[in-house]
């Protein structure tokens, strides 16, 4: 099986390239990591992240024949040869198939992604009453891979001021928490013409979400919270 890998190591090329790698023996059901792995022990040199391997920790984002998602998902018989692998789009690359993810999670962190509180700490915890907590599923799943905000242009465009997908899709979250006590401010920092309105629901982060999460119906809440808020 035929591979087209980019490579790219800072110290010494001009610019990044593709180099072809053979996999001989592929067998059916493969994963891209597990093909990866392989090519790593051929070239030593070849990098890329990777952790769990089972969809959880996000590590290995990469955009695969075009299109991003997680390698230890991927399945190879569901790709076209030669099976072209890149890193993920719009943002610096450390080496090869490894991006600085410092913009994405910079963004993320603007959100801010926890409970904000005015009340004094409950002796054990914060209650929700399960209707509540249920507003809560498809948001919270967010894994941090990065497949949803490095497919979107606007971010690629303005990822110092738009704060993407997955950081919109976590401000979401804390907004519909009944147990947050900040979802006025929260609001109100988004009013931005490059926050929040950047996006133009054109859904390719619905499209490569590997947990088939939602940001643009997020999004498109958090507006619709602004509007009966009156912002």
């Known amino acids: 099986m035929k591979f087209l890998i980019q490579r790219y190591n800072p110290e010494k090329d001009q610019k ?7 996999v001989p023996d592929v067998k059916p059901g493969t994963m891209l990591l597990d093909a990866l792995l392989i090519i790593k022990a051929m070239d030593p040199t ?4 990777r952790s769990c391997g089972e969809g959880v920790c ?6 695969i024949n075009g299109r991003n998602g997680l390698a230890c998902l991927t399945n190879l018989d569901q790709l ?4 072209t692998v890149r890193p993920l789009p719009g943002q610096p690359i450390i080496r090869d198939l490894v991006i600085d993810q410092t913009p994405f999670f910079n963004q993320y962190k603007a959100a801010k992604p926890w409970l904000i509180t005015k009340d004094p700490d409950p ?3 914060r209650l929700q009453s399960p209707a509540d ?16 905000s490095t497919s979107c242009p606007s971010f690629w465009w303005n990822p110092d001021k738009f704060l993407g997908p997955a950081a919109l899709l976590q401000a979401s979250r804390f ?4 147990r947050d006590q900040a979802t006025a401010e929260r609001l109100q920092q988004l009013d931005d013409a490059y926050k929040l309105y950047r ?15 939602n940001p643009t119906k997020a999004i498109g809440n958090i507006r619709k919270r602004m509007l009966e808020k009156g912002i």
């Open 46 to 49: 070849l990098s890329f992240r």
């Open 123 to 125: 002796e054990k915890e």
């Open 80 to 83: 076209k040869e030669p099976i």
């Open 175 to 178: 907004i519909e928490d009944s």
């Open 58 to 63: 996000g590590s290995d984002g990469m955009n």
């Open 133 to 148: 907590r249920d507003k809560l599923d498809g948001l919270y799943e967010c894994i941090l891979c990065a497949c949803c």
């Open 16 to 22: 990044p390239f593709l180099q072809e790698y053979d």
């Open 199 to 213: 996006c133009h629901s054109i859904m390719n982060c619905v499209d490569v979400c590997p947990k088939e999460l």
